[in-house]
């Protein structure tokens, strides 16, 4: 499966998203306005080694699976000493969609699940050792996470409860040892501060926005939201580790059992919220799973510890015969999928196919870099970050590539190259109908147009673009923030 993942990550293209946080790696920016820079860190890490590649981009993502895999291994390993169970907790993730195939695409997700799971995994060699260092170590990644994803913070009532609700609950109040790994974390967090008091918290203004934004109750929010959980995680495999992490819960906070606390906490709160919020919120496909891991090593264990608890043979059969369902349905799944988008020549989906939706932009380029030629443009305007951010990946730098609009996106990156920009003429490329929006009232730039190009994917048009010839203007690469041309927008 691992194969499986890496030939995936080497020959797909990368994604919008995949290509704007690679445009963060060759920035110097202690951190950026939509995330945290680990995203960043971890591509420049993959492409130290395999240079401007699909596979030096997605490296990291790789070996985070791989990380992720061994840290439940040694979770269920340290609580059953049940070497069946250690092996379903490697094999879960392997059925889900998300991290048997799709952890190959980095996102900021593919940096914090690794580290989130890491500062579980210190926890339960607390509860096991009871040796206080390791509240250290959960601080460092817990500091790591968040250096990785705001939504880290979502893991705080777990940590809360793990410690709070047990009968040690007086020890750790008393002891200096979690005190000192939360200000561990806020240290290793301080890149991300420092960036927001330099930049008026925009990082946080970004997020609440989002976090805070209200709309009229939609079942449809809320069907997308469980359809895609039960696609990335498995449509057997989400019941199945639903289920292991509530008799978790049940088990743990009955007995006040530290780890089972913890690990059905790490699930349950982040989901429950996901779920309120998808009442009236498109949720994210992504967002969610940084939770899944700690599901699942809890299904593992929860499976190895029913019959010790006296529970029936006919629930205990159907819980290990389910499970095994899930493995084997879902990476059959994953295989499926995998060949689907390596090897076969359809477009099943229409224009709606999450990877190639997002397809088809080498065309593009070689269009635009037809019109660079022909019309002595000396460098590349657009209006929306994901056509910004392919087109900066396939120029890689030959060509200077300017978003014109949402300058706020690109605070602390270096000068694209203003002695190409200033004083010649520059080549627009988007989208329609981002041609025709309100934001052109504020640019005073002559426009001529040149001609329309379709971003295809399997015989299927997933875009139109247009190009236009500018001239007499040059882009303000800082504006002031109360310029139109320096507000970003916030997809709800």
Request: proline residues 6%; charged residues 15%.
């Amino acid at each position: 499966m691992t194969l499986v993942r890496v030939i995936y990550a080497g020959v797909t293209e990368l994604r919008t998203d995949e290509a704007y946080y690679w445009t963060w790696s060759k920035e110097s920016a202690l951190s950026f306005l939509d995330h945290p820079p680990m995203i960043a860190w971890f591509i420049r890490f993959g492409t130290a080694i395999f240079g401007d590649t699909n596979l030096g981009v997605r490296l990291a993502g790789l070996l985070a699976m791989l990380v992720t895999q061994a840290l439940l291994a040694d979770i269920v390993r340290r609580v059953t000493h049940d070497l069946r169970a250690v092996v379903l907790a490697v094999l879960m993730p392997e059925a889900a969609l998300y991290y048997g195939l799709l952890m190959a695409k980095v996102a900021p997700d593919t940096a914090l699940i690794p580290f989130a799971t890491a500062m579980l995994w210190s926890l339960v060699r607390l509860a096991e050792s009871g040796n206080p260092r390791w509240w250290l170590a959960a601080g460092l990644f817990g500091g790591l996470a968040l250096l990785s994803k705001f939504t880290a913070v979502m893991l705080l009532p777990a940590i809360a409860a793990f410690m709070l609700v047990p009968d040690w609950r007086r020890r750790w109040v008393l002891s200096p040892y979690p005190y000192a790994a939360a200000l561990l974390a806020v240290v290793v967090f301080l890149p991300v501060l420092i960036w927001n008091v330099q930049h008026d918290w925009a990082s946080f203004r970004f997020q609440f926005v989002r976090a805070s934004a209200t709309h009229d109750i939609s079942l449809r929010t809320l069907g997308e939201f469980l359809s895609l959980q039960f696609g990335l995680v498995g449509f057997v495999l989400l019941p199945v580790v639903l289920f292991g992490t509530a008799l978790t819960a049940w088990r743990g906070y009955r007995a006040r059992e530290p780890v089972a606390i913890l690990l059905s906490t790490a699930v349950l709160v982040p989901f429950g919220y996901f779920l309120w919020k998808s009442l009236s919120l498109r949720v994210g496909d992504t967002w969610p799973m940084f939770l899944w891991p700690a599901g699942i090593a809890a299904t593992a264990i929860n499976i190895s510890l029913m019959p010790r608890e006296g529970w029936s043979a006919g629930l205990v059969r159907a819980t290990r015969g389910w499970a095994r369902i899930a493995v084997v349905s879902g990476i059959g799944f994953v295989v499926v999928v995998f060949l689907y988008y390596v090897a076969a020549p359809w477009n099943l989906i229409g224009r709606t196919d999450p990877v190639g939706g997002e397809a088809g932009y080498q065309a593009v380029a070689a269009r635009v870099e037809n019109e660079l030629r022909s019309t002595g443009a000396s460098w590349i305007a657009t209006t929306d970050y994901r056509t910004y951010a392919m087109l900066r990946w396939h120029f890689n730098g030959r060509v200077p590539v300017v978003q014109i609009n949402e300058r706020g996106r690109f605070q602390d990156f270096h000068d694209p190259g203003v002695d190409r920009i200033a004083g010649h003429p520059g080549l627009y490329v988007g989208r329609e109908p981002d041609n025709l929006g309100p934001i052109w009232s504020a640019i005073p730039a002559g426009r001529q147009p040149l001609g329309r190009i379709d971003r295809v994917w399997r015989g299927v048009v997933m875009d139109t673009y247009v190009l236009e010839k500018l001239t007499g203007w040059t882009p303000e690469l800082s504006p002031p923030r109360d310029s139109p041309l320096f507000r970003w927008r916030v997809l709800a």
